[in-house]
């Protein structure tokens, strides 16, 4: 079977930086066609940079970087220094890119890529908020029924919320844009911190990155030791989850997860409840499913899937 066509849409981020590592070695099972940046996690410039370093880290140089949307739709950009550091890498030294962005905005890639690839051949891998995804689907509507399918790490059902007490981040900072997205028809499948937070990168875990020994695994190991302070103290868990590469393990083994076909809705009114995912779990209304909300992952094989991948690099 011919490797799945995707473009990552990132805002790299420790966790980001993992997801694409995971796709960049995995070339048998993933074509990464592209890499569009959008503000997140840290404003553009820095999720840009971040994104052609972890390309270098990977040896991948010749995938096109393209930067995207530097603030939301319709808010004020919101970002996570106090997660991910001022860097939005903190952990490991890793060089200054010498790989160039290409000059192409973001959302016009995305937009060109669909209209140029054959209908249903293009899956859209969105690890951050969703403001490229949802222009391109605006600008240029026509692409929207050429989409495979969206798999995208966002939202929160039983774990609530990480940045408000009901809203999981990528969707909160701009929850217009998850709006469009959700409601735009395309097949979704949704990582939310539900499952995220079971892929918990304990000592062991981490301690089999380091052993690899190459550039890779030993800069995981040395992101994730930076990351998970921040987990450890606001949960008490053992480790840092690994949100972001949920995305790209379920196109490598989707027997990994498990979940349900559900009805979600993005709250974009209440301040309250800004950006919250109304999951329908126990389908208790009559509203139409439209996203395969997970609910669960085998961490030990989703760990096993990493570090053998990452041993590639």
Same mark, same amino acid.
């Given at each position: 079977?011919?490797? +799945?066509?995707?473009?990552i849409?990132?805002?790299?981020?420790?966790? $980001?930086?993992?997801?694409?590592?995971?796709?960049?070695a995995?070339?048998?099972?993933?074509?990464?066609v592209?890499?569009?940046?959008?503000?997140g996690?840290?404003?553009?410039?820095?999720?840009a940079?971040?994104?052609?370093?972890?390309?270098? @880290?990977?040896?991948?140089?010749?995938?096109?970087?393209?930067?995207?949307?530097?603030?939301?739709? *319709?808010?004020?950009?919101?970002t996570?220094?106090?997660?991910?550091g001022?860097?939005?890498?903190?952990? &490991? $030294?890793?060089?200054?890119?010498?790989?160039?962005?290409?000059p192409?905005?973001?959302?016009?890639?995305?937009?060109d890529? @669909?209209?140029a690839?054959?209908?249903?051949?293009?899956?859209?891998?969105?690890?951050?908020?969703?403001?490229?995804?949802?222009?391109?689907?605006? +600008?240029?509507?026509?692409?929207?029924?050429?989409?495979?399918?969206?798999? @995208?790490?966002?939202?929160? %059902?039983?774990e609530?919320?990480?940045? =408000?007490? =009901?809203?999981?981040?990528?969707?909160?900072? $701009?929850?217009q844009?998850?709006?469009?997205?959700?409601?735009?028809g395309?097949?979704?499948?949704?990582? &939310?911190l539900?499952?995220?937070?079971?892929?918990?990168?304990t000592?062991?875990?981490?301690?089999a990155?380091r052993?690899?020994?190459?550039?890779? *695994?030993?800069?995981?190991?040395?992101?994730?030791?930076?990351?998970?302070?921040?987990?450890?103290?606001? %949960?008490?868990?053992?480790?840092?989850?690994?949100?972001?590469?949920?995305?790209t393990? %379920?196109?490598?083994?989707?027997?990994?997860f498990?979940?349900?076909?559900?009805?979600?809705?993005?709250? =974009?009114?209440?301040?309250?409840?800004?950006?919250? =995912?109304?999951? $329908?779990?126990?389908?208790?209304?009559?509203?139409? &499913?439209?996203a395969?909300?997970?609910?669960?992952?085998?961490?030990?094989?989703?760990?096993?899937?990493?570090?053998e +991948?990452?041993? +590639?690099?």
């Open positions: 079977m011919a490797p +799945r066509k995707i473009i849409d990132t805002d790299p981020g420790q966790d $980001d930086a993992v997801a694409m590592l995971l796709a960049l995995s070339p048998d099972e993933i074509d990464v592209a890499i569009t940046v959008v503000a996690n840290v404003p553009l410039a820095l999720t940079k971040n994104a052609l370093k972890v390309c270098e @880290l990977a040896g991948m140089t010749s995938v096109p970087v393209h930067a995207g949307c530097d603030k939301p739709m *319709g808010r004020p950009l919101v996570a220094e106090h997660v991910h001022e860097t939005g890498l903190n952990g &490991p $030294d890793l060089p200054e890119p010498t790989m160039q962005l290409d192409k905005h973001g959302v016009d890639a995305i937009i890529i @669909l209209r690839e054959a209908p249903g051949t293009v899956t859209l891998c969105p690890l951050g908020p969703l403001t490229n995804i949802a222009e391109a689907f605006t +600008r240029a509507p026509d692409i929207v029924a050429r989409v495979q399918e969206i798999v @995208l790490m966002g939202g929160a %059902y039983f609530v919320g990480n940045i =408000t007490p =009901t809203a999981e981040f990528n969707i909160y900072v $701009d929850p844009a998850a709006d469009i997205v959700f409601k735009s395309v097949p979704l499948v949704v990582m &939310p539900d499952v995220t937070h079971k892929a918990l990168v000592k062991p875990r981490n301690d990155f052993a690899l020994g190459n550039r890779a *695994g030993v800069a995981v190991a040395e992101m994730t030791d930076f990351f998970e302070r921040f987990d450890k103290e606001k %949960y008490g868990s053992q480790g840092a989850p690994l949100h972001d590469p949920c995305v393990a %379920y196109l490598i083994k989707p027997d990994l498990s979940g349900r076909h559900i009805n979600v809705e993005i709250e =974009t009114t209440s301040e309250l409840t800004m950006g919250m =995912t109304v999951a $329908d779990w126990w389908r208790v209304t009559d509203r139409t &499913p439209n395969l909300f997970m609910g669960d992952i085998d961490a030990d094989g989703f760990f096993a899937l990493l570090t +991948r990452l041993a +590639r690099l």
